[in-house]
Protein backbone atom coordinates (compact mmCIF):
# COMPACT_ATOMS: atom_id res chain seq x y z
CA UNK A 1 0.00 0.00 0.00
CA UNK A 2 1.15 3.76 -0.52
CA UNK A 3 1.72 6.27 2.06
CA UNK A 4 0.10 9.24 1.77
CA UNK A 5 3.30 11.71 2.14
CA UNK A 6 3.81 12.68 -1.97
CA UNK A 7 1.27 10.19 -3.04
CA UNK A 8 -1.13 13.51 -3.85
CA UNK A 9 1.83 15.00 -6.11
CA UNK A 10 2.32 11.26 -7.66
CA UNK A 11 -1.49 11.33 -8.46
CA UNK A 12 -1.10 15.02 -9.93
CA UNK A 13 1.19 14.16 -12.46
CA UNK A 14 -0.47 10.91 -12.95
CA UNK A 15 -0.88 12.06 -16.61
CA UNK A 16 1.67 11.93 -19.65
CA UNK A 17 3.15 14.97 -20.94
CA UNK A 18 1.53 14.69 -24.34
CA UNK A 19 -1.61 14.51 -22.34
CA UNK A 20 -3.13 18.10 -22.18
CA UNK A 21 -5.52 18.47 -19.23
CA UNK A 22 -8.61 20.65 -19.77
CA UNK A 23 -7.05 23.82 -18.24
CA UNK A 24 -8.92 25.93 -15.51
CA UNK A 25 -9.20 29.21 -18.15
CA UNK A 26 -11.48 27.65 -20.11
CA UNK A 27 -14.78 27.88 -17.44
CA UNK A 28 -16.98 30.47 -17.62
CA UNK A 29 -19.49 30.62 -15.23
CA UNK A 30 -22.24 31.01 -18.52
CA UNK A 31 -20.63 27.41 -19.38
CA UNK A 32 -20.84 26.12 -16.23
CA UNK A 33 -24.55 26.85 -15.24
CA UNK A 34 -25.44 26.13 -19.05
CA UNK A 35 -24.14 22.58 -18.50
CA UNK A 36 -25.83 21.90 -15.04
CA UNK A 37 -28.98 23.26 -16.63
CA UNK A 38 -28.61 20.94 -20.20
CA UNK A 39 -27.43 18.30 -18.22
CA UNK A 40 -30.45 18.45 -15.44
CA UNK A 41 -32.85 18.53 -17.86
CA UNK A 42 -31.14 15.91 -20.21
CA UNK A 43 -31.99 13.47 -17.39
CA UNK A 44 -35.52 14.61 -16.39
CA UNK A 45 -36.42 13.80 -19.79
CA UNK A 46 -34.36 10.45 -20.21
CA UNK A 47 -35.95 9.36 -17.14
CA UNK A 48 -39.72 11.17 -17.70
CA UNK A 49 -40.39 9.53 -21.46
CA UNK A 50 -37.48 7.35 -22.70
CA UNK A 51 -37.06 5.04 -19.87
CA UNK A 52 -40.05 2.14 -20.52
CA UNK A 53 -41.93 0.39 -17.61
CA UNK A 54 -39.65 -2.97 -17.85
CA UNK A 55 -36.34 -0.60 -17.19
CA UNK A 56 -37.25 0.74 -13.28
CA UNK A 57 -35.13 -2.55 -11.24
CA UNK A 58 -32.42 -1.24 -10.93
CA UNK A 59 -29.61 -3.32 -10.26
CA UNK A 60 -29.86 -5.61 -7.39
CA UNK A 61 -33.63 -4.18 -6.51
CA UNK A 62 -36.38 -6.32 -6.19
CA UNK A 63 -36.61 -8.49 -9.43
CA UNK A 64 -39.72 -7.87 -11.77
CA UNK A 65 -42.22 -10.66 -12.22
CA UNK A 66 -45.52 -9.80 -13.81
CA UNK A 67 -48.88 -11.08 -13.09
CA UNK A 68 -48.61 -13.57 -15.45
CA UNK A 69 -45.47 -15.15 -14.65
CA UNK A 70 -43.08 -13.36 -16.78
CA UNK A 71 -39.90 -12.30 -16.08
CA UNK A 72 -37.73 -9.89 -16.41
CA UNK A 73 -33.53 -9.11 -16.16
CA UNK A 74 -32.44 -5.87 -15.29
CA UNK A 75 -33.06 -3.38 -18.25
CA UNK A 76 -35.60 -5.75 -19.63
CA UNK A 77 -34.49 -6.76 -23.09
CA UNK A 78 -34.33 -10.44 -21.82
CA UNK A 79 -37.96 -12.11 -20.68
CA UNK A 80 -38.90 -15.61 -20.09
CA UNK A 81 -41.79 -17.48 -18.00
CA UNK A 82 -40.65 -20.02 -15.79
CA UNK A 83 -43.19 -22.87 -14.78
CA UNK A 84 -42.03 -22.55 -11.27
CA UNK A 85 -40.10 -19.89 -9.01
CA UNK A 86 -38.50 -21.47 -5.78
CA UNK A 87 -36.96 -19.35 -3.00
CA UNK A 88 -35.42 -21.77 -0.73
CA UNK A 89 -34.00 -20.44 2.93
CA UNK A 90 -32.06 -23.19 3.53
CA UNK A 91 -29.94 -26.33 2.33
CA UNK A 92 -32.41 -29.16 2.16
CA UNK A 93 -35.13 -26.97 0.57
CA UNK A 94 -32.81 -26.04 -2.01
CA UNK A 95 -31.80 -29.18 -2.73
CA UNK A 96 -35.26 -30.63 -2.23
CA UNK A 97 -36.20 -28.13 -5.21
CA UNK A 98 -33.19 -29.41 -7.78
CA UNK A 99 -34.18 -33.19 -7.20
CA UNK A 100 -38.29 -32.14 -7.48
CA UNK A 101 -37.29 -30.57 -10.77
CA UNK A 102 -35.60 -33.45 -12.14
CA UNK A 103 -38.03 -35.60 -11.26
CA UNK A 104 -40.39 -33.76 -13.08
CA UNK A 105 -38.29 -33.34 -16.03
CA UNK A 106 -37.94 -29.54 -15.46
CA UNK A 107 -34.66 -27.45 -16.47
CA UNK A 108 -33.41 -25.51 -13.53
CA UNK A 109 -31.24 -22.22 -13.28
CA UNK A 110 -30.48 -20.43 -10.15
CA UNK A 111 -30.71 -16.53 -10.35
CA UNK A 112 -28.73 -13.93 -8.43
CA UNK A 113 -29.83 -10.23 -9.04
CA UNK A 114 -30.77 -10.31 -12.68
CA UNK A 115 -28.09 -7.63 -13.39
CA UNK A 116 -27.23 -9.45 -16.87
CA UNK A 117 -27.88 -8.05 -20.23
CA UNK A 118 -27.55 -11.71 -21.78
CA UNK A 119 -29.90 -14.47 -21.19
CA UNK A 120 -27.73 -16.12 -18.85
CA UNK A 121 -30.10 -16.66 -16.33
CA UNK A 122 -33.22 -17.65 -18.65
CA UNK A 123 -34.91 -20.75 -17.93
CA UNK A 124 -38.28 -20.36 -19.92
CA UNK A 125 -40.55 -23.57 -18.81
CA UNK A 126 -38.24 -24.19 -16.26
CA UNK A 127 -37.21 -24.06 -12.21
CA UNK A 128 -36.04 -20.35 -11.60
CA UNK A 129 -34.55 -20.20 -8.44
CA UNK A 130 -34.01 -17.44 -6.47
CA UNK A 131 -31.48 -17.43 -3.66
CA UNK A 132 -31.88 -14.07 -1.64
CA UNK A 133 -33.23 -16.26 0.95
CA UNK A 134 -29.71 -17.93 1.00
CA UNK A 135 -27.58 -15.04 2.08
CA UNK A 136 -25.49 -16.02 5.48
CA UNK A 137 -22.07 -15.95 6.29
CA UNK A 138 -21.00 -18.68 7.20
CA UNK A 139 -17.37 -18.16 8.66
CA UNK A 140 -15.06 -15.24 8.72
CA UNK A 141 -11.56 -16.06 9.72
CA UNK A 142 -9.40 -12.81 10.26
CA UNK A 143 -5.81 -14.71 10.63
CA UNK A 144 -6.84 -16.81 7.69
CA UNK A 145 -8.55 -13.81 5.83
CA UNK A 146 -10.71 -16.45 4.08
CA UNK A 147 -14.43 -15.45 4.19
CA UNK A 148 -17.49 -18.08 3.45
CA UNK A 149 -21.01 -17.20 2.38
CA UNK A 150 -24.02 -18.32 0.98
CA UNK A 151 -24.41 -17.66 -2.90
CA UNK A 152 -27.47 -15.71 -2.17
CA UNK A 153 -25.83 -12.70 0.13
CA UNK A 154 -25.66 -9.67 -1.83
CA UNK A 155 -22.29 -7.49 -2.20
CA UNK A 156 -23.19 -4.79 0.03
CA UNK A 157 -23.92 -7.25 2.76
CA UNK A 158 -20.91 -9.36 2.42
CA UNK A 159 -18.76 -5.87 2.43
CA UNK A 160 -20.12 -5.12 6.19
CA UNK A 161 -19.54 -8.70 7.42
CA UNK A 162 -15.77 -8.15 6.07
CA UNK A 163 -15.55 -4.71 7.46
CA UNK A 164 -16.41 -5.72 11.00
CA UNK A 165 -13.43 -8.02 10.61
CA UNK A 166 -11.49 -5.32 9.25
CA UNK A 167 -11.13 -7.55 6.06
CA UNK A 168 -11.66 -6.40 2.16
CA UNK A 169 -11.47 -8.16 -0.98
CA UNK A 170 -8.75 -7.06 -3.52
CA UNK A 171 -11.56 -7.58 -6.78
CA UNK A 172 -14.55 -5.49 -6.57
CA UNK A 173 -17.47 -4.96 -9.39
CA UNK A 174 -18.44 -1.57 -9.95
CA UNK A 175 -21.97 -2.06 -8.09
CA UNK A 176 -22.33 -3.52 -4.63
CA UNK A 177 -25.93 -4.26 -5.33
CA UNK A 178 -25.20 -8.07 -7.39
CA UNK A 179 -24.95 -11.01 -5.72
CA UNK A 180 -22.17 -13.27 -4.76
CA UNK A 181 -23.40 -16.76 -6.75
CA UNK A 182 -23.88 -13.72 -9.43
CA UNK A 183 -20.86 -12.63 -9.60
CA UNK A 184 -19.03 -16.05 -9.63
CA UNK A 185 -21.38 -17.16 -12.04
CA UNK A 186 -20.29 -14.61 -14.94
CA UNK A 187 -16.13 -13.84 -13.35
CA UNK A 188 -17.53 -10.43 -12.36
CA UNK A 189 -13.87 -8.27 -12.77
CA UNK A 190 -12.75 -4.83 -11.32
CA UNK A 191 -10.50 -2.49 -12.05
CA UNK A 192 -7.02 -3.59 -11.02
CA UNK A 193 -4.31 -4.93 -13.53
CA UNK A 194 -2.44 -7.25 -10.88
CA UNK A 195 -5.29 -9.49 -10.34
CA UNK A 196 -7.66 -10.95 -12.31
CA UNK A 197 -11.67 -11.23 -11.90
CA UNK A 198 -13.10 -12.35 -8.82
CA UNK A 199 -11.98 -15.90 -10.11
CA UNK A 200 -9.01 -15.35 -9.27
CA UNK A 201 -9.88 -14.70 -5.16
CA UNK A 202 -12.15 -18.32 -4.74
CA UNK A 203 -10.70 -20.75 -2.70
CA UNK A 204 -13.34 -23.73 -2.45
CA UNK A 205 -16.61 -24.02 -3.13
CA UNK A 206 -19.75 -25.78 -2.69
CA UNK A 207 -21.83 -27.38 -6.07
CA UNK A 208 -25.06 -28.57 -5.78
CA UNK A 209 -25.85 -31.52 -8.75
CA UNK A 210 -29.46 -32.22 -9.84
CA UNK A 211 -29.28 -35.78 -8.07
CA UNK A 212 -29.26 -33.69 -4.28
CA UNK A 213 -25.76 -34.45 -4.27
CA UNK A 214 -23.00 -32.08 -3.10
CA UNK A 215 -19.65 -31.56 -4.79
CA UNK A 216 -16.74 -29.58 -2.16
CA UNK A 217 -13.90 -28.06 -4.84
CA UNK A 218 -11.11 -26.70 -4.11
CA UNK A 219 -8.75 -24.40 -6.29
CA UNK A 220 -5.53 -26.15 -4.39
CA UNK A 221 -6.68 -29.60 -6.16
CA UNK A 222 -4.07 -31.17 -8.18
CA UNK A 223 -3.97 -29.32 -11.74
CA UNK A 224 -4.82 -32.11 -14.26
CA UNK A 225 -6.69 -34.08 -11.72
CA UNK A 226 -10.92 -34.42 -11.76
CA UNK A 227 -11.18 -32.29 -8.98
CA UNK A 228 -9.21 -29.56 -10.38
CA UNK A 229 -10.96 -30.02 -13.54
CA UNK A 230 -14.36 -29.90 -12.14
CA UNK A 231 -13.11 -26.58 -9.95
CA UNK A 232 -12.19 -25.20 -12.82
CA UNK A 233 -15.59 -25.49 -14.83
CA UNK A 234 -18.07 -24.30 -11.77
CA UNK A 235 -15.43 -21.54 -10.35
CA UNK A 236 -16.85 -19.20 -13.97
CA UNK A 237 -19.81 -21.74 -15.05
CA UNK A 238 -22.43 -18.91 -16.09
CA UNK A 239 -25.10 -21.38 -14.09
CA UNK A 240 -24.37 -24.44 -16.30
CA UNK A 241 -23.35 -27.01 -14.23
CA UNK A 242 -25.01 -27.01 -11.42
CA UNK A 243 -26.17 -24.86 -8.19
CA UNK A 244 -23.60 -23.08 -6.04
CA UNK A 245 -24.20 -22.93 -2.34
CA UNK A 246 -21.80 -21.65 -0.91
CA UNK A 247 -18.61 -19.73 -1.85
CA UNK A 248 -14.89 -19.30 -0.03
CA UNK A 249 -12.92 -16.18 -1.12
CA UNK A 250 -9.43 -15.25 0.43
CA UNK A 251 -9.85 -11.52 1.65
CA UNK A 252 -6.98 -8.66 2.47
CA UNK A 253 -6.91 -6.40 5.35
CA UNK A 254 -9.12 -3.69 5.06
CA UNK A 255 -8.20 -0.12 3.06
CA UNK A 256 -8.80 3.73 1.82
CA UNK A 257 -7.99 4.73 -1.65
CA UNK A 258 -6.91 7.60 -2.94
CA UNK A 259 -9.30 8.62 -5.78
CA UNK A 260 -8.12 10.89 -8.60
CA UNK A 261 -10.35 11.88 -11.26
CA UNK A 262 -9.44 14.10 -14.17
CA UNK A 263 -10.90 15.14 -17.07
CA UNK A 264 -8.10 14.70 -20.33
CA UNK A 265 -8.23 15.85 -23.88
CA UNK A 266 -8.26 12.78 -26.22
CA UNK A 267 -5.24 11.86 -28.87
CA UNK A 268 -7.12 10.66 -32.12
CA UNK A 269 -3.29 8.04 -32.19
CA UNK A 270 -4.51 6.43 -29.07
CA UNK A 271 -0.86 5.17 -28.93
CA UNK A 272 -0.50 6.16 -24.81
CA UNK A 273 -3.91 4.06 -23.60
CA UNK A 274 -1.23 0.93 -23.21
CA UNK A 275 1.13 2.76 -21.55
CA UNK A 276 -1.44 4.40 -19.01
CA UNK A 277 -2.97 1.15 -18.33
CA UNK A 278 -0.29 -0.79 -17.52
CA UNK A 279 1.84 1.43 -15.29
CA UNK A 280 -0.91 2.25 -13.26
CA UNK A 281 -2.12 -0.52 -10.79
CA UNK A 282 -5.80 0.54 -10.74
CA UNK A 283 -6.67 3.01 -13.45
CA UNK A 284 -10.19 3.05 -15.35
CA UNK A 285 -10.71 5.90 -18.47
CA UNK A 286 -13.74 6.22 -20.27
CA UNK A 287 -13.13 7.65 -23.72
CA UNK A 288 -15.26 9.74 -25.71
CA UNK A 289 -13.98 10.56 -28.93
CA UNK A 290 -16.98 12.64 -30.25
CA UNK A 291 -16.29 15.66 -27.89
CA UNK A 292 -12.13 14.69 -28.02
CA UNK A 293 -12.11 14.01 -23.91
CA UNK A 294 -11.13 11.42 -21.98
CA UNK A 295 -11.92 10.88 -17.88
CA UNK A 296 -9.57 9.05 -15.85
CA UNK A 297 -9.74 7.55 -12.64
CA UNK A 298 -6.60 6.13 -10.99
CA UNK A 299 -7.12 4.87 -6.94
CA UNK A 300 -4.38 3.80 -5.28
CA UNK A 301 -4.68 1.79 -2.35
CA UNK A 302 -3.34 3.53 1.40
CA UNK A 303 -3.81 2.21 5.11
CA UNK A 304 -6.74 3.30 6.93
CA UNK A 305 -5.22 4.65 9.72
CA UNK A 306 -3.18 7.28 7.47
CA UNK A 307 -6.49 9.49 6.48
CA UNK A 308 -10.16 9.11 6.87
CA UNK A 309 -12.53 7.92 4.08
CA UNK A 310 -15.24 11.39 2.90
CA UNK A 311 -18.62 10.29 1.41
CA UNK A 312 -18.59 10.62 -2.43
CA UNK A 313 -19.97 13.77 -4.42
CA UNK A 314 -23.02 13.61 -4.99
CA UNK A 315 -22.66 16.07 -7.64
CA UNK A 316 -20.06 14.66 -9.41
CA UNK A 317 -21.83 11.69 -9.86
CA UNK A 318 -24.37 13.30 -11.49
CA UNK A 319 -22.25 14.82 -14.14
CA UNK A 320 -20.61 11.63 -14.62
CA UNK A 321 -24.25 9.75 -15.13
CA UNK A 322 -25.44 12.07 -17.58
CA UNK A 323 -22.36 12.61 -19.45
CA UNK A 324 -21.93 9.09 -19.70
CA UNK A 325 -25.26 7.49 -20.12
CA UNK A 326 -27.55 10.58 -21.29
CA UNK A 327 -28.47 9.53 -24.61
CA UNK A 328 -31.06 6.79 -23.89
CA UNK A 329 -33.27 4.85 -26.15
CA UNK A 330 -37.17 6.12 -26.54
CA UNK A 331 -40.32 4.56 -27.23
CA UNK A 332 -40.68 7.49 -30.17
CA UNK A 333 -38.57 8.66 -32.65
CA UNK A 334 -39.38 12.60 -31.12
CA UNK A 335 -38.29 11.88 -28.15
CA UNK A 336 -35.24 9.90 -29.28
CA UNK A 337 -33.92 12.67 -31.31
CA UNK A 338 -35.11 15.17 -28.56
CA UNK A 339 -32.79 13.59 -26.06
CA UNK A 340 -30.12 12.96 -28.75
CA UNK A 341 -29.93 16.78 -29.31
CA UNK A 342 -30.04 17.65 -25.58
CA UNK A 343 -27.45 14.93 -25.04
CA UNK A 344 -25.15 16.36 -27.61
CA UNK A 345 -25.77 19.74 -25.94
CA UNK A 346 -24.94 18.74 -22.74
CA UNK A 347 -22.20 16.61 -23.57
CA UNK A 348 -20.44 19.69 -25.52
CA UNK A 349 -20.44 21.29 -22.49
CA UNK A 350 -19.57 19.05 -19.52
CA UNK A 351 -15.76 19.11 -20.30
CA UNK A 352 -15.61 22.50 -18.57
CA UNK A 353 -17.56 21.31 -15.40
CA UNK A 354 -15.79 18.32 -15.18
CA UNK A 355 -12.80 20.16 -15.18
CA UNK A 356 -14.11 22.22 -11.77
CA UNK A 357 -15.41 19.36 -10.21
CA UNK A 358 -14.12 16.33 -11.08
CA UNK A 359 -10.55 17.06 -11.20
CA UNK A 360 -10.22 16.11 -7.42
CA UNK A 361 -8.31 13.86 -5.03
CA UNK A 362 -10.26 12.13 -2.61
CA UNK A 363 -10.02 9.28 -0.44
CA UNK A 364 -12.82 6.68 -0.10
CA UNK A 365 -13.49 3.09 1.31
CA UNK A 366 -12.11 0.35 -0.17
CA UNK A 367 -16.12 -0.59 -1.02
CA UNK A 368 -16.32 2.85 -2.37
CA UNK A 369 -13.54 3.01 -4.52
CA UNK A 370 -14.63 1.03 -7.20
CA UNK A 371 -18.46 1.39 -7.16
CA UNK A 372 -19.67 3.48 -10.59
CA UNK A 373 -22.00 6.98 -9.32
CA UNK A 374 -24.26 5.95 -6.87
CA UNK A 375 -27.71 7.55 -9.19
CA UNK A 376 -26.72 4.39 -11.31
CA UNK A 377 -28.86 2.31 -9.29
CA UNK A 378 -32.00 3.29 -10.69
CA UNK A 379 -31.05 3.79 -14.15
CA UNK A 380 -31.39 0.98 -16.42
CA UNK A 381 -28.90 0.46 -19.53
CA UNK A 382 -27.69 -1.39 -21.68
CA UNK A 383 -24.21 -2.22 -22.86
CA UNK A 384 -21.33 -4.80 -24.59
CA UNK A 385 -18.32 -5.94 -23.36
CA UNK A 386 -15.25 -7.64 -24.32
CA UNK A 387 -11.72 -8.11 -22.51
CA UNK A 388 -8.92 -7.78 -25.30
CA UNK A 389 -5.26 -8.41 -24.08
CA UNK A 390 -3.23 -5.53 -22.90
CA UNK A 391 -0.65 -5.33 -25.95
CA UNK A 392 -3.47 -4.88 -28.55
CA UNK A 393 -5.73 -2.58 -26.98
CA UNK A 394 -4.12 0.52 -28.39
CA UNK A 395 -5.39 -1.24 -31.70
CA UNK A 396 -8.82 -1.79 -30.66
CA UNK A 397 -9.43 1.71 -29.49
CA UNK A 398 -7.83 3.38 -32.69
CA UNK A 399 -10.34 0.71 -34.53
CA UNK A 400 -13.55 1.18 -32.84
CA UNK A 401 -13.02 5.41 -33.29
CA UNK A 402 -12.64 4.34 -37.20
CA UNK A 403 -15.63 2.82 -37.04
CA UNK A 404 -17.20 5.62 -35.30
CA UNK A 405 -16.51 7.80 -38.91
CA UNK A 406 -17.35 5.13 -40.38
CA UNK A 407 -21.17 4.70 -39.20
CA UNK A 408 -20.99 8.58 -38.81
CA UNK A 409 -21.26 8.75 -42.53
CA UNK A 410 -23.97 6.07 -42.74
CA UNK A 411 -26.32 8.45 -40.30
CA UNK A 412 -25.40 7.15 -37.34
CA UNK A 413 -24.65 9.46 -34.36
CA UNK A 414 -22.81 7.97 -31.13
CA UNK A 415 -22.59 10.61 -28.32
CA UNK A 416 -20.85 8.26 -26.02
CA UNK A 417 -17.59 6.65 -26.34
CA UNK A 418 -16.45 3.20 -23.86
CA UNK A 419 -14.90 2.51 -20.95
CA UNK A 420 -11.77 0.80 -20.32
CA UNK A 421 -10.90 -1.34 -17.25
CA UNK A 422 -7.75 -3.39 -17.23
CA UNK A 423 -7.43 -6.68 -15.12
CA UNK A 424 -4.90 -9.33 -14.32
CA UNK A 425 -4.89 -12.51 -15.54
CA UNK A 426 -7.08 -15.33 -13.93
CA UNK A 427 -5.47 -18.27 -12.68
CA UNK A 428 -9.16 -20.18 -12.53
CA UNK A 429 -11.95 -20.17 -14.37
CA UNK A 430 -11.86 -22.22 -17.73
CA UNK A 431 -14.95 -19.66 -18.72
CA UNK A 432 -13.04 -16.84 -17.26
CA UNK A 433 -12.78 -13.77 -20.04
CA UNK A 434 -8.87 -13.11 -17.74
CA UNK A 435 -8.00 -16.21 -17.96
CA UNK A 436 -4.24 -16.19 -18.45
CA UNK A 437 -1.18 -15.24 -17.91
CA UNK A 438 -1.16 -11.52 -18.97
CA UNK A 439 -2.98 -8.51 -18.26
CA UNK A 440 -6.33 -7.84 -20.58
CA UNK A 441 -8.68 -4.72 -20.97
CA UNK A 442 -12.25 -4.79 -20.57
CA UNK A 443 -14.02 -2.75 -23.29
CA UNK A 444 -17.17 -1.89 -21.88
CA UNK A 445 -19.47 0.58 -24.39
CA UNK A 446 -23.06 1.42 -23.94
CA UNK A 447 -26.16 1.17 -26.50
CA UNK A 448 -27.93 4.63 -27.10
CA UNK A 449 -30.45 3.71 -29.64
CA UNK A 450 -31.07 0.41 -29.80
CA UNK A 451 -32.19 0.15 -33.93
CA UNK A 452 -30.90 -1.71 -36.74
CA UNK A 453 -28.02 0.74 -37.61
CA UNK A 454 -26.61 0.53 -33.87
CA UNK A 455 -26.71 -3.42 -33.67
CA UNK A 456 -25.12 -3.28 -37.00
CA UNK A 457 -22.27 -1.30 -35.06
CA UNK A 458 -21.88 -3.20 -32.22
CA UNK A 459 -21.54 -6.36 -34.52
CA UNK A 460 -19.14 -4.81 -36.67
CA UNK A 461 -16.53 -4.14 -33.86
CA UNK A 462 -17.69 -7.36 -31.58
CA UNK A 463 -15.95 -9.10 -34.95
CA UNK A 464 -12.69 -6.73 -35.00
CA UNK A 465 -12.36 -7.34 -31.38
CA UNK A 466 -12.58 -10.78 -31.47
CA UNK A 467 -9.75 -10.91 -34.12
CA UNK A 468 -7.77 -8.76 -32.08
CA UNK A 469 -7.75 -11.57 -29.37
CA UNK A 470 -11.36 -10.53 -27.56
CA UNK A 471 -13.71 -12.51 -25.55
CA UNK A 472 -17.13 -11.62 -24.69
CA UNK A 473 -18.40 -11.12 -21.22
CA UNK A 474 -21.08 -13.36 -20.11
CA UNK A 475 -23.27 -11.20 -19.05
CA UNK A 476 -23.38 -8.82 -21.40
CA UNK A 477 -25.50 -8.47 -24.92
CA UNK A 478 -23.99 -10.28 -27.50
CA UNK A 479 -24.43 -9.72 -30.99
CA UNK A 480 -22.47 -12.45 -32.29
CA UNK A 481 -22.68 -16.52 -33.15
CA UNK A 482 -20.95 -17.47 -30.14
CA UNK A 483 -19.54 -19.86 -32.19
CA UNK A 484 -17.49 -16.59 -33.59
CA UNK A 485 -18.09 -15.58 -30.03
CA UNK A 486 -15.85 -17.88 -28.18
CA UNK A 487 -13.41 -18.01 -30.47
CA UNK A 488 -10.51 -16.98 -28.33
CA UNK A 489 -11.72 -19.39 -25.34
CA UNK A 490 -9.37 -21.84 -25.64
CA UNK A 491 -10.77 -24.30 -22.94
CA UNK A 492 -13.83 -24.44 -23.83
CA UNK A 493 -13.76 -27.99 -24.97
CA UNK A 494 -12.84 -29.10 -21.40
CA UNK A 495 -15.66 -27.09 -19.90
CA UNK A 496 -17.87 -29.30 -22.16
CA UNK A 497 -16.40 -32.28 -20.59
CA UNK A 498 -17.19 -31.39 -16.95
CA UNK A 499 -20.85 -30.21 -17.92
CA UNK A 500 -21.21 -33.40 -19.63
CA UNK A 501 -20.12 -35.28 -16.58
CA UNK A 502 -21.56 -34.03 -14.01
CA UNK A 503 -24.82 -32.86 -15.70
CA UNK A 504 -25.86 -35.75 -18.25
CA UNK A 505 -29.33 -35.12 -18.11
CA UNK A 506 -29.34 -31.31 -19.13
CA UNK A 507 -31.41 -30.09 -15.78
CA UNK A 508 -29.29 -27.25 -15.75
CA UNK A 509 -29.59 -26.08 -19.77
CA UNK A 510 -31.42 -22.79 -20.89
CA UNK A 511 -31.78 -21.11 -24.09
CA UNK A 512 -28.44 -19.95 -23.65
CA UNK A 513 -25.92 -22.81 -23.48
CA UNK A 514 -27.86 -24.82 -26.25
CA UNK A 515 -26.88 -22.10 -28.27
CA UNK A 516 -23.20 -21.85 -26.89
CA UNK A 517 -22.40 -25.73 -26.00
CA UNK A 518 -24.65 -27.29 -28.25
CA UNK A 519 -26.83 -29.33 -25.38
Known amino acids: MHSLPGLQSQLVNLLTPHLDTIKKQEITPVKVVGSLCALYLCNHLIVKFTRRRDEKIGAGHRIKVDADGTVHNWFGNVKWKPAKIGAPTSLEELRQLVVEAKRNNL ?14 AAIPGGVMLRLEGLNRVLFCDKEAKLIKAEAGIRLDKLYEALDL ?37 VTELELLLADGSMLILRADAAPGSVERERFEAAVCSVGHVGVVYAVTLRCVPAYNVVVHEKMIRLDPSMDYIETLLATHESLNLFVSPPQGICLAKVQHRIDRRISSAVRRDWLVDFIVE ?48 EIMVKSFKDRAFLNC ?60 MPYQQMDD ?22 ARRNNLPFSEATRNYEELERF ?13 TNPMRMSMLGF
Open 496 to 508: KAVVRELDPTNVF
Open 107 to 120: TVRAIGSLHSWSAS
Open 385 to 444: EYSVPLHNINQACRMINEQYKVFKAKGYNRHTGWVLRPTGGDPHGFLSPTKGDTPRVYID
Open 165 to 201: HQLALDVLPNTDKLTLGGILANAAHGTNIRVGTICSL
Open 453 to 474: IEFEFFRVIEAELVKLGGRVSW
Open 322 to 369: CWVYSYKPGPKKFFKALVGRFAHFATTFSPAVHALIADSIKVLTWQDG
